[in-house]
């Protein structure tokens, strides 16, 4: 997969790709990055990128003529890329949407705003606006780099095979169980009994119990997405009787 990345900025995405699982991936061509500075298609002397907004106010509005001429070189790279743009107005990222743009993709065009925002005439070009979550930040790369995270996550071969989906698709919707490694014994803190015993049946039985009372405790919300199973309904039920039972302690 080719991610395009849009941007005033492109040592701070270089950067945020040269470590780790990216960084193994790219090596391994699963998936490259390619920035394209929309500076580099300025043509005055101060490659001058923005000015002010028309009918007066603060701040400043990013110029259409190197954005546009940025889009159409990553258009050239990715003549099918869906071209995606950073907007704390666009759609809300979610799990499912990130699933769907690897399952549909071929390449992804980041378009990286800054400053106040685009020309509405280039915002219009894109495919797709999305947001990160109700915060400003002061540019999109942030967020194009969470996308590209959490989409480089289901192309095959970037994660290993220990680290994959597999468990995964099993809780999905729901929040992870508690995890120990050694020392068994932390300052007093001690890892659960169940988990040394050996006992695989009761072991998955305890993580499933554990995942449903972290999403019941911390996102209830989550639940009425959760794909529940046979059986889930005891765990629900015991974890309720616990919960009641710590309100008289
Ligand atoms: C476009 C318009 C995305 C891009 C305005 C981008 C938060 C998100 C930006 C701006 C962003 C998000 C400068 C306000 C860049 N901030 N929530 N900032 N601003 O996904």
Redesign the pocket.
Known sequence: MKFIFITLFPELVEQACGHSILKRAADAGLLSVTCINPRDFTTDKHRTVDDTPCGGGVGMVLKPEPFSAAIAEAKKISPQGILIA???A?RTLCQSAVEKLAAKEQDIIFLC??????DERILAQADLK???????????EL?ALVIMDAVSRFIPGVLGKAESAEDESFTASLLEYPQYTRPIDFSGAKVPDVLLSGNHAHIKRWRRKEAIRATYCLRPDLLAKADLLEGDGTLFLEILEELKGNEHE
Request: hydrophobic fraction near 25%; glycine fraction near 28%; charge should be negative.
């Open positions: 950073f907007t704390p666009g705003g800054h400053y106040e925002g685009f999305i947001s990160i979550g109700d915060y400003v930040l002061t540019g999109g967020p």
